[in-house]
């Protein structure tokens, strides 16, 4: 990747196949995800919003996996009362409010799309 991402298409192009792949599904179960959703660039990566705050941030792992970052903005909130279901267990959590999905395939994805796009409705809804 470029060290300066400047759009969404410029982040695309620097993809390989299989990754851009992963994170086109991944993008349009974002974009899908809640009303009045849009996307732009933060940390160099597409990054989808509510109200103009950061909720669901694509990108790739330092092993170029297709990653997605569920979190509630750029600045900290409290986290005390915050807890969020994940029945498929697919989150991996690094705080209360905030968790990582990789997916290194696009089959790998296709299998757990429906419980990726509830995860994505969800989390748009709880951390509005």
């Not at 990754?19 to 993008?27: F, G, K, P, S, T």
């Not at 997916?103 to 296709?110: H, I, M, R, W």
């Amino acid at each position: 990747m470029p060290a300066k991402i400047a759009s969404v298409e410029a982040f695309r192009a620097a993809l390989t196949g299989d990754q851009l792949a992963v994170v086109d599904r991944l993008r349009a179960l974002a974009a899908a995800s809640a009303d009045g959703v849009t996307e732009h660039i933060k940390w160099n990566a597409p990054s989808f919003c509510i109200g103009g705050d950061d909720r669901i941030t694509l990108g790739l792992s330092p092993k170029g996996v297709p990653r997605v970052v569920l979190h509630r903005g750029v600045k900290a909130k409290d986290a005390a009362d915050f807890a969020f279901d994940d029945p498929a267990g697919l989150v991996q959590w690094q705080a209360a409010d905030r968790g990582v999905m990789s997916f290194a395939s696009v089959a790998e994805l296709t299998d757990r799309d429906y419980a990726v796009g509830d995860i994505f409705a969800r989390w748009m809804e709880m951390t509005k």
